[in-house]
């Protein structure tokens, strides 16, 4: 996977490793930027030099089966070139991509050259991306989300799961849209009133982590959900924000 380090532990490339392992499969960490972030909000972040980040994508290919990718915060521009030069030897592996704009608390994880780039070089590569209601209108322009879906199609990329982790209820509604012609949805049942530290990077690491371990999209996406929902349960208060998943629990498979 490539995201950014959330020193909070609660989010980003420690979410992507802690899910990952958890389902089962075996991370490989490639860090695109740093952030100065806690359980309530970012305030700051620096990208990692995009030549370093491109070595270690050569080495790790070079050395190690790679059976998926998954993306979060990425930086800046320049890292998705980075990602999208790779992915041109590399067409056959899916890319699970969590389109990380904006922190829970409202700072900035994406200026609009990275939101650009992502639309226009990153999704066209991409199996899923996985956006939450806030992102997905923002990526789609329209408040409607079927017709923010179908633009994001349009770009090239086969699904987009829309996650409903911020709207309100006693469910969450996931919505994967597709070329299929009605769209597939997934009730999950909302745990508390208040939204988590992470929830988003989570699961799109498990999405990955099922698809690395030869889980079909939609397969990799039920066992995901359930592996958030049980997560969340547990949840851990590590600072004065928002709660964060317990990725450590045992997961059965």
Not at 141 to 157: E, F, K, M, N, Q
């Amino acid at each position: 996977m490539l995201s950014g380090l959330d020193p909070s532990g609660g989010a980003g490339l420690q979410a992507d490793i802690q899910a990952i392992t958890s389902i089962g499969a075996h991370p490989l960490p490639v860090l695109a930027c740093l952030t100065i972030q806690d359980t309530r909000n970012v305030y700051g972040a620096e990208t990692v030099n995009p030549d370093l980040i491109r070595q270690q994508l050569q080495r790790l290919a070079q050395d190690t089966p790679i059976h998926a990718i998954k993306t979060g915060a990425l930086g800046d521009a320049a890292v998705v070139e980075v990602l999208v030069d790779f992915l041109q030897g590399q067409p056959d592996i899916p890319l699970i991509v969590d389109p990380v704009i904006k922190a829970a608390g409202g700072g900035d994880l994406a200026d609009e050259a990275l939101v650009t780039a992502m639309k226009e070089r990153l999704f066209p590569h991409a199996e899923m991306i996985t956006p939450n209601g806030i992102e997905l209108a923002q990526l789609g322009g329209s408040d409607d989300p079927a017709v923010a879906a179908r633009t994001l199609l349009d770009t090239g990329c086969e699904s987009i799961l829309a996650t409903g982790g911020h709207g309100t209820g006693i469910h969450i509604i996931n919505t994967l849209y597709n070329h299929a012609p009605t769209p597939m949805e997934w009730e999950v049942e909302r745990v508390g009133s208040n939204e988590f530290h992470g929830t988003g990077c989570t699961l799109a690491a498990a999405i990955a982590a099922g698809r690395a371990m030869g889980l079909s999209p939609r397969a990799a996406i039920s066992q995901a959900q359930n592996y958030v929902h049980r997560a969340l349960l547990h949840a851990l208060t590590v600072g004065k924000g928002q709660r964060v998943p317990d990725r450590g629990i045992l997961w059965e498979r």
